[in-house]
């Protein structure tokens, strides 16, 4: 059983940067791979950058690349998300979770432990 706690969420402008933090309780996350997804109201919950932890490479949906930057920080224990450049559509409550294949999937389908989610919303 992991975990996950994710801070870091609140409101801020178009075009400013917040930057999201997971940490799993008790444990590291140093060995372990890490995907946030996100969801807003009325929609379903969409993939937004994971990293694995044999290499910390990493992947990023189409939306945020070149915004957004996943990765690791304090000796690997936490998995960040380095958020610039926002927009009103970014608005979702944000989710970290865990996964055990370490393969960099976009599915939910790979991702077993979640966290209760930290809400981003960006004004226009």
């Known amino acids: 059983q992991v975990q996950l706690v994710e801070s870091g969420g609140g409101l801020v402008q178009a075009g400013g940067s917040l930057r999201l933090s997971c940490a799993a309780s008790g444990r590291t996350l140093s060995r372990i791979a890490v995907g946030w997804f996100r969801q807003a109201p009325g929609k379903e919950r969409e993939f937004v950058a994971t990293?694995?932890?044999?290499?910390?490479?990493?992947r990023y949906a189409e939306s945020v690349k070149g915004r957004f930057t996943i990765y690791r920080e304090n000796a690997g224990s936490t998995v960040s998300l380095q958020m610039n450049s926002l927009k009103p559509e970014d608005t979702a409550r944000y989710y970290c979770a865990t996964n055990p294949y370490n393969n960099l999937g976009e599915s939910d389908r790979f991702y077993n432990y979640w966290g209760q989610g930290t809400q981003v919303t960006v004004s226009s």
């Open positions: 990293i694995n932890w044999t290499n910390n490479s990493t």
